[in-house]
């Protein structure tokens, strides 16, 4: 089992930035893939971002390319997603999640473990 807690959300102005965390506790973190999804009103939950066991390969979903970051700390066992330009269009619950084994994958489906969720809101 692995337990994932998000955190950093918050109103922010059109154009601010943000930075989430997900702290990881239960089995070894290294073990993980890890990615943010992110699910607004009345939609689907979408993939946003996702990175590799050793944080030396990330996959980004086109809207956020150049904006967003994710960036993982296996000595604390946190995963990040540097936020930045954000747009209104932003606005959503954003999901921490991890998938065990290798690759960078965009399909909810395949990920074993999700925090709670944190709410991210900007204002235009």
């Known amino acids: 089992q692995v337990q994932l807690v998000e955190s950093g959300g918050g109103l922010v102005q059109a154009g601010g930035s943000l930075r989430l965390s997900c702290a990881a506790s239960?089995?070894?973190?290294?073990?993980?893939?890890m990615g943010w999804f992110r699910q607004a009103p009345g939609k689907e939950r979408g993939f946003v971002a996702a990175?590799?066991?050793?944080?030396?390969?990330?996959k980004y979903a086109e809207s956020v390319k150049g904006r967003f970051t994710i960036s993982r700390d296996n000595a604390n066992n946190t995963v990040y997603l540097q936020m930045s330009s954000l747009k209104p269009e932003d606005t959503a619950v954003y999901y921490c999640?991890?998938?065990?084994?290798?690759?960078?994958?965009?399909?909810?489906?395949?990920?074993?473990?999700w925090g709670q969720g944190t709410q991210v809101t900007v204002s235009s």
């Open positions: 239960g089995r070894t973190f290294t073990a993980y893939a």
């Open positions: 999640a991890a998938r065990a084994g290798g690759g960078l994958v965009a399909d909810r489906a395949q990920y074993d473990y």
């Open positions: 990175i590799d066991w050793s944080g030396g390969s990330t």
